[in-house]
């Protein structure tokens, strides 16, 4: 299996190559993920496991694209949400939502 920096560059060679870096918006690419989220709700609700990894893995290439195109390192991005959260409290309610603590 490939490491995540591999797959990065895949990517982002297979996204230029087809010039969606050249061409599109980190807005473009917004709806693009918002299209792929719903496709993993639905995989999700009928409880289809390799719609669901399609579905997850497709929401990571537009992510990927969108961080690059707004010129943004998503590692980097990641990195600074977990430092948001890192410290957060907070409880998991009962359809599962976690509330934070104010």
């Known amino acids: ?9 895949d990517i982002l060679r297979w996204a230029s190559a087809r010039k969606i870096i050249k061409h599109s918006t ?12 719903k496709e993993l709700i639905d995989a999700i609700d009928i409880d ?4 669901i990894a399609d579905a997850y893995g497709d929401i990571l290439v537009t992510l990927i694209i969108g961080s690059r195109i707004a010129k943004l390192d998503l590692i980097q991005c990641l990195d600074g949400a977990y430092e948001t959260i890192k410290d957060r409290t907070g409880y ?3 359809n599962g939502v976690f509330v934070k603590d104010v």
């Open 48 to 51: 289809d496991k390799a719609e």
């Open 92 to 94: 998991l309610d009962k």
């Open 1 to 9: 299996m490939k490491t995540y920096f591999e797959l990065e560059a």
């Open 26 to 37: 980190p807005a473009a690419q917004a709806t693009k993920t918002f299209e792929e989220v």
